[in-house]
Nanobody, 122 residues
Framework: QVQLVESGGGLVQPGGSLRLSCVAS????????MGWYRQAPGKQRELVAV????????DYSDSVKGRFTLSRDNAKNTVYLQMNSLKPEDTAVYYC???????????????WGQGTQVTVSS
């Protein structure tokens, strides 16, 4: 079994910063990708940023480019999202996602964290 645990959400004023963390643990053989999605009230879940383990490339949604930075510590199976210059429209529940090959399954599966609330408001 694989678990993703997020931390770091909260309330911040417009223009402020927050850093989210997500740790993957459990019976992990390989992590193919890790990233962040978000879902605002009444909207569909959308990709924020994702990083591939092979090659180390990172893709960002246009709405966060230049403001958010995804980084990874592969030795710790951890992904971070540094969010700067936050705007009210960034308010959402942020979900960590990982594409993992568990040791006991042997094929790629998708895992999600429980979500962490980010609220940008004055």
């Amino acid at each position: 079994q694989v678990q993703l645990v997020e931390s770091g959400g909260g309330l911040v004023q417009p223009g402020g910063s927050l850093r989210l963390s997500c740790v993957a643990s459990g019976n992990i053989f390989h992590i193919n990708a890790m990233g962040w999605y978000r879902q605002a009230p009444g909207k569909q879940r959308e990709l924020v940023a994702v990083s591939l383990t092979s090659g180390g490339s990172t893709d960002y949604s246009d709405s966060v480019k230049g403001r958010f930075t995804l980084s990874r510590d592969n030795a710790k199976n951890t992904v971070y999202l540094q969010m700067n210059s936050l705007k009210p429209e960034d308010t959402a529940v942020y979900y960590c996602n990982a594409e993992v090959v568990p040791r006991d399954i042997g094929r790629l599966r998708d895992y999600w964290g429980q979500g962490t609330q980010v609220t940008v408001s004055s």
